[in-house]
């Protein structure tokens, strides 16, 4: 068996980690997710209110992700072990690295069917969506394909697998999109969708705004699940987390901008209904491009992007459960990867069986009686519900305590300023966002997504 320092590895340079951990955080919430959020919460204002929190509360607690893991070179389970050896804050490492597991389980799927859109836009554009995800011929293939995908990049490691491969996919991601933005604003009647998202119109903004603001802000960057932290390890102690933190942020959030520039000047110029929620990239989307001169090829780029963007998150869901077997269990990277792989794709199956193909999957209520679990009835939302919200605010709940409270801000200070030009004064006030703001902001988020679960 390989030796952890053998098979952990490190970024080859800056710009590959940026890349790589803006991809981790550039996925399906920016592509799929912020526009539909975007359009339900009024447009423009909801676009400000989530600037100001990705400036104000996921910035600071993405630092203290890095610099957790850059301290201890470990896994989220590894680097709170190391600070706190023997204590009960290491199930919260164990919480990061079973969260990693399961949201892959069903999140995989998900990008599944957005590779198989490729293909669907360009031989079967008259496939309903409902049928396409009932086919177990077609959902499971493409899952089992997408892993495979994914566990190929991460084979390779860190600075030979996911460096080199997101210096290829996040310029061919942003490149796809430009191409698509361009196309978007120049369609008659495009000006509407700009100025739905461009001029705020604050008369709409309620406090439910604010918080789908403040969730989207911080969902989309990854935060909560320990992705930041097994990136951070692999960081020289040398560089610069100020400066690469931020770069990964901006990134983020660029990509996000991008997509609302993508998709809502098409969206009126058909007469489409912004708010038209999850089913907008789906369903109304590609009624747009049907609509549009070449509208297979483009309807085939638009998923092609979002497969892109679904393959960087994946792929950092899947390293940081596999950095856990390779720094505590002492594995092989490759048999981390075969292993967490094959147990992945088996925890998904029922997720991907759970849209038509198997009744007792795709409706719940036999089991969780008429109101469902968590307020969700099919399998893959259930498993939404409880991994992709509630396991990743709790989570970046008690990772913001322990790094202000248990491992201390003056400790996490001193290894932020390692390779750092940050001056005092913001040191200081990092310091009290992490120890204050950014824990109840966070525990704001996980009350309202207790609220909207127990109505």
């Known amino acids: ?41 009024g447009g423009a204002a909801f676009v400000v209110i989530y600037l100001v929190c990705v400036a104000l509360v996921c910035l600071p607690y993405l630092f203290a992700e890095l610099v957790l893991g850059r301290h201890t070179q470990k896994n989220p389970l590894g680097a709170i072990r190391t600070i706190r050896p023997g204590s009960p804050w290491v199930l919260v490492g164990g919480l990061c690295v079973l969260t990693g597991v399961f949201i892959l389980s069903y999140y995989a799927v998900i990008a599944g069917w957005t590779f198989g859109y490729i293909f669907k836009n360009l031989l079967f554009a008259h496939l309903d969506f409902g049928h396409f995800i009932a086919s177990p011929w077609i959902v499971i293939p493409l899952f089992a394909l997408f892993l495979g995908l994914t566990m190929l990049v991460v084979f390779g490691g860190v600075e030979e697998g996911i460096e080199r491969w997101s210096k290829v996919l996040m310029p061919l991601l942003v490149l796809l999109m430009i191409v698509l933005i361009v196309r978007s604003v120049t369609l008659p009647g495009a000006e509407k969708g700009l100025a739905f998202y461009l001029k705020p119109d604050f008369s709409k903004v309620t406090g439910e705004v604010i918080v789908a603001a403040l969730g989207q802000a911080f969902f989309s960057l990854s935060l909560g699940m320990g992705a930041m ?90 390293e940081v459960v596999v950095a856990y077997f390779v720094d505590e269990r002492r594995w092989s990277r490759k048999r981390s990867v075969w292993v967490v792989g094959a147990l992945t794709f088996l925890i998904g199956l029922p997720s991907a069986l759970s849209q038509g193909t198997v009744a007792g999957l795709s409706n719940m209520d036999w089991l ?22 509630l396991a990743l605010a709790l989570g970046a709940l008690l990772i913001s305590i322990f790094v202000g409270w248990v491992w201390g801000v003056d400790r996490a200070a001193e290894e932020l300023r390692q390779g750092s030009r940050v001056g005092p004064g913001l040191v200081r006030v990092w310091q009290f966002f992490i120890r204050y703001v950014c824990p109840v902001v966070i525990f704001i988020i996980l009350l309202n997504v207790f609220r909207g679960y127990l109505g």
């Open 1 to 41: 068996m390989a030796t952890p320092g053998a098979e952990r590895g490190q970024w080859g340079s800056r710009v590959g980690f940026i890349l790589a951990a803006a991809g981790s955080a550039v996925g399906l919430g920016n592509i799929w997710r912020f526009p539909y959020i975007t359009g339900q919460s």
């Open 229 to 318: 932290i097994t990136y951070g390890s692999y960081l020289s102690r040398h560089e610069d987390v100020v400066v690469a933190g931020s770069y990964v942020a901006l990134f983020d959030t660029l990509i996000a901008l991008m997509a609302g520039f993508m998709i809502f000047p098409a969206v009126f110029a058909t007469g489409h209904d912004p708010a038209s929620g999850p089913a907008l990239v789906f369903i109304v989307l590609p009624e747009i491009f049907q609509a549009l001169p070449l509208g297979n090829l483009i309807g085939a780029l638009f998923f092609l992007l979002l497969s892109i963007a679904a393959l960087t998150s994946t792929v950092s869901l899947l």
């Open 368 to 389: 969780f009686g008429a109101d469902g679990l968590l307020g969700q009835h099919d399998f893959l939302s259930i498993m939404d519900a409880i991994w992709g919200n």
